[in-house]
Nanobody, 120 residues
């Protein structure tokens, strides 16, 4: 039932940085959260995730450049993106889900997305 709202996207030159934020309307304490990105015509890709216990994972291309973090008290999720590349250009979506093995039980929520455009 939670609403997720992303912010922080924009236009940046290659090598620059952006910090994406996601505000949740309800508690996120017990949920895994993540950032996905999607380019028109291509499949959505999970870029980074963070569990309720704050364990993190990153897609290979983001390792060493992106950092995902959460602030449960503020009901916020962040993605610090450094050393941005043109290939990072995409619509970035915030998502949250229950930590369940069965997808039916995960109750995944999505934000509307924020555009990140990296120019050469």
């Amino acid at each position: 039932q939670a609403q997720l709202v992303e912010s922080g996207g924009g236009l940046v030159q290659a090598g620059g940085s952006l910090r994406l934020s996601c505000a949740a309307s309800e508690s996120i304490n017990s949920r895994s959260m993540g950032w996905y990105r999607q380019v028109p015509g291509k499949e959505r890709e999970l870029v980074a995730s963070i569990t309720a216990g704050s364990s993190t994972n990153y897609v290979g291309s983001a390792k060493g450049r992106f950092t995902i973090s959460r602030d449960n008290a503020k009901r916020m999720l962040h993605l610090q993106m450094n050393s941005l590349k043109v290939e990072d250009t995409a619509m970035y979506f915030c998502s949250s889900w229950r930590e369940e093995n069965n997808p039916v039980d995960q109750m995944q929520y999505w934000g509307q997305g924020t555009q990140v455009t990296v120019s050469s």
